[in-house]
T-cell receptor, first 109, second 113 residues
Framework: DAKTTQPPSMDCAEGRAANLPCNHS???????VYWYRQIHSQGPQYIIH???NNETNEMASLIITEDRKSSTLILPHATLRDTAVYYC??????????FGTGTRLQVFP | DSGVTQTPKHLITATGQRVTLRCSPR?????VYWYQQSLDQGLQFLIH???????AKGNILERFSAQQFPDLHSELNLSSLELGDSALYFC????????????FGSGTRLTVV
């Protein structure tokens, strides 16, 4: 699976959009980009995934660059409850998803 | 409630002992995954079962074993416990092999004293 690079931490004001970047320059053609988050020792929560097209669901939007070497997870209106560690995972084999260290997002009032 | 049930929620045991952690997947899910999360290691993949068969294995210690039963629930057995085995153990499930995301349970917190 391709390696991902995420900033260790980010801040965001409540009500603003949170844009979480992820670099995956060695991604291969059959690998998907997955995003999960973990709120303080709770079980990780699936957010969204995509291959090459931008994706949107009720939680977030995923923007993947045309060359697929990077992506951005967008939380359109961050709330305090969105404070969590966000994991970007690139994988072509979902038999085992390997979590990295993620980005710790702090949403402040 | 994610629909993935893990029991017990908390477990305190002594070194050298053996424990069994249980996971019931969401209704209809055929895959079960186990992860270990300790403070210094992050989330570590242990093992994946699909419809009773082992599909993938991570860096699972030989002292640890798992199985998935015909009713699809899974058990993770940890033996000869050491202090370093203290961690959160998460189970996740998915309807197939996880292409559309895993659903995690709330975890079992194991403390070895």
């Amino acid at each position: 699976d391709a390696k991902t690079t995420q900033p260790p931490s980010m801040d965001c004001a409540e009500g603003r959009a949170a844009n979480l970047p992820c670099n995956h320059s060695t991604i291969s053609g059959n690998e998907y980009v997955y995003w999960y988050r973990q709120i303080h020792s709770q079980g990780p929560q699936y957010i969204i995934h995509g291959l090459k097209n931008n994706e949107t669901n009720e939680m977030a939007s995923l923007i993947i660059t045309e060359d697929r070497k990077s992506s951005t997870l967008i939380l359109p209106h961050a709330t305090l409850r969105d404070t969590a560690v966000y994991y970007c995972i690139v994988s072509g084999n979902t038999d085992k998803l390997i979590f990295g260290t993620g980005t710790r997002l702090q949403v402040f009032p | 409630d994610s629909g993935v049930t893990q029991t017990p929620k908390h477990l305190i045991t002594a070194t050298g002992q053996r424990v069994t952690l249980r996971c019931s997947p969401r209704s209809g899910d055929l895959s079960v995954y186990w992860y270990q999360q300790s403070l210094d290691q992050g989330l570590q993949f242990l093992i994946h079962y699909y419809n009773g068969e082992e599909r993938a294995k991570g860096n699972i210690l030989e002292r640890f074993s798992a199985q998935q039963f015909p009713d699809l629930h899974s058990e993770l057995n940890l033996s000869s416990l050491e202090l370093g085995d203290s961690a959160l153990y998460f189970c996740a499930s998915s309807v197939d092999r996880g292409n559309y995301g895993y659903t995690f349970g709330s975890g079992t917190r194991l403390t070895v004293v």
